[in-house]
């Protein structure tokens, strides 16, 4: 069955040091890879999507993530963290049909100024 | 463009009572999610519609929750009667339509409804 795992429950970093949030996913066939964002008290937003074609995508607020299908991972990256964007983020795979996702248990980012 | 709307943004009912979520998806979006989230479990789908129809409700706990869709711009999803378990941040995304299989589409969410059930 299709899965995805973030290893990590919390990470702290310090301001303007660079982040990797790890994302390992299990899915039969090309993925469709996706991570969101999670501000307190908020929805989840997309950062950013894998579909095909180039294996490093940008998203939006400076993050990238790189595909890699020999690894099954998808880590997301920062190179310089803000204190905004301590958050809960969630890494996800497209679950054949309809669009559904599934998704991994979150990663909580703090920030330390 | 407006994105996923919730109402209401909280709830606080006292436990055996009726409760009502509303969501009004994206326009033009026909897929519709309605997910559960607490610090125990995370996030949970409960149920999810195409085409205003159901599609799988595995999701749902319990008989005591039930969801519709009558149109394509509005969803609810009730508990009857609540308890205090359901007390959760419960989150509606849409999607558009897919572009060919598997479907490759994000979902955006909606900003929830914080329920407590006393």
């Known amino acids: 069955a299709q899965s995805v795992t973030q290893p990590d429950i919390h990470i702290t970093v310090s301001e303007g040091a660079s982040l990797e949030l790890r994302c390992n996913y299990s899915?039969?066939?090309?993925?469709?890879l996706f991570w969101y964002v999670q501000s307190p008290g908020q929805g989840l937003q997309l950062l950013l999507k894998?579909?095909?074609?180039?294996?490093l995508v940008q998203g939006i607020k400076g993050f990238e993530a790189e595909f890699k299908r020999s690894q099954s991972s998808f880590n997301l990256r920062k190179p310089s963290v803000h204190w905004s964007d301590a958050a809960e983020y969630f890494c996800?795979?497209?679950?054949?049909?309809?669009?559904?996702?599934?998704f991994g248990a979150g990663t909580r980012l703090a920030v330390h100024p | 463009d407006a994105g996923v709307i919730q109402s209401p943004r909280h709830e606080v009912t006292e436990m055996g009572q009726e409760v009502t979520l509303r969501c009004k998806p994206i326009s033009g979006h026909n897929s519709l999610f309605w997910y559960r989230q607490t610090m125990m479990r995370g996030l949970e789908l409960l149920i999810y519609?195409?085409?205003?129809?159901?599609?799988?409700d595995s999701g749902m706990p319990e008989d005591r929750f039930s969801a519709k869709m009558p149109n394509a711009s509005f969803s609810t999803l009730k508990i009857q009667p609540s308890e205090p378990r359901d007390s959760a941040v419960y989150f509606c995304?849409?999607?558009?339509?897919?572009?060919?299989?598997?479907?490759?589409?994000?979902?955006?969410f909606g900003d929830g409804t914080r329920l407590s059930i006393l």
């Open positions: 894998y579909f095909s074609g180039d294996t």
């Open positions: 996800a795979v497209g679950d054949g049909g309809y669009n559904k996702l599934i």
């Open positions: 995304a849409s999607s558009s339509p897919a572009m060919g299989q598997p479907s490759n589409q994000p979902q955006h």
């Open positions: 519609f195409n085409n205003n129809v159901p599609i799988d």
């Open positions: 899915y039969g066939a090309t993925p469709y």
